[in-house]
């Protein structure tokens, strides 16, 4: 993969680390933090979220696994849109394009998702839901099946079981949000020069380019074409980018698999 690393010499003191209180769960941590198009950064203890974070690990300076294994973007305090890897009913994915609303009370065990995550990269951030919304009808401009494929072969170690990441497929959860973020023209993954986004990149964008997003803040990039109402919003109400700040939570920085049922 062809990384670039950021020049910034200390990381965004934007992005809070929050210590967990005793005994809160992650669905009114992240309902108190996030509002629509949010970024929504998960990391699972079960073998799947384990598998896709180790599969990160070379995007990292020193190797190691990530804390995150799913992205997404909040659509209300009390939810967001994903692209999971093991789909709840196969039967929706054609209709979806693979993304599904999740509760946060679904995610809402520290066990199972011991690392939890919200970052603002927008302002309004609201027209990022919007765009997700549209791509669920658009798989001509973002096919997220055909990634969801050998991912599954490489979690369950079938088929080529190859890291699909090292051979240019993205994580279907991340691509999703770079592609409706890139909808409205501001880059999510300045430091790949390639299309395979996950969510550890991501996480890297927020955390080491704080500058590159300070430069561009005011400038509005440009926007896909499916992005079709982009046109008919006032200056003011198109998303902007804005140096990235949030808040992470990690429970468990060191992947296992401690969900075993």
């Not at 198009?37 to 300076?61: D, I, K, M, T």
């Not at 088929?159 to 240019?168: F, S, V």
Request: with cysteine; hydrophobic share 40%; glycine share 6%.
């Amino acid at each position: 993969m062809d990384i670039r690393r950021s020049p910034a010499s200390s990381a965004n003191q934007a992005i809070k680390k929050t210590t967990p209180k005793r005994a809160q769960g992650n669905a009114k941590w992240l309902a108190s933090r996030v509002r629509p198009g949010a970024v929504v950064l998960l990391g699972g203890a079960s073998l799947e979220h384990f598998r896709l974070r180790v599969a990160q690990s070379h995007l990292r300076q020193d190797l190691l696994p990530s804390f995150w294994s799913i992205a997404g973007i909040a659509a209300s305090s009390t939810s967001f849109m994903t692209v999971p890897i093991t789909v709840r009913d196969a039967s929706l994915v054609p209709a979806t394009n693979g993304v599904e609303s999740v509760r946060f009370s679904e995610i809402d065990s520290v066990a199972r998702y011991p690392n939890v995550a919200v970052i603002n990269f927008a302002e309004p951030s609201a027209p990022i839901v919007e765009n997700v919304r549209r791509l669920m009808k658009q798989r001509s401009a973002l096919d997220l099946p055909s990634l969801m494929l050998p991912w599954l072969g490489f979690v369950w170690s079938a088929g080529t079981r190859r890291n699909p990441l090292i051979e240019g497929g993205a994580i279907p959860s991340a691509a999703l949000v770079q592609t409706a973020f890139g909808m409205s023209g501001i880059e999510m993954t300045p430091g790949l020069s390639s299309g395979a986004t996950c969510p550890e990149a991501i996480w890297q964008s927020a955390l080491w380019w704080h500058d590159y997003y300070q430069k561009t803040a005011d400038v509005s990039g440009a926007r896909v074409a499916t992005d079709q109402t982009a046109t008919k919003r006032a200056p003011s109400e198109r998303p902007k980018a804005i140096v990235p700040r949030g808040e992470s939570c990690v429970r468990q920085t060191a992947a296992a698999v401690s969900d075993e049922r």
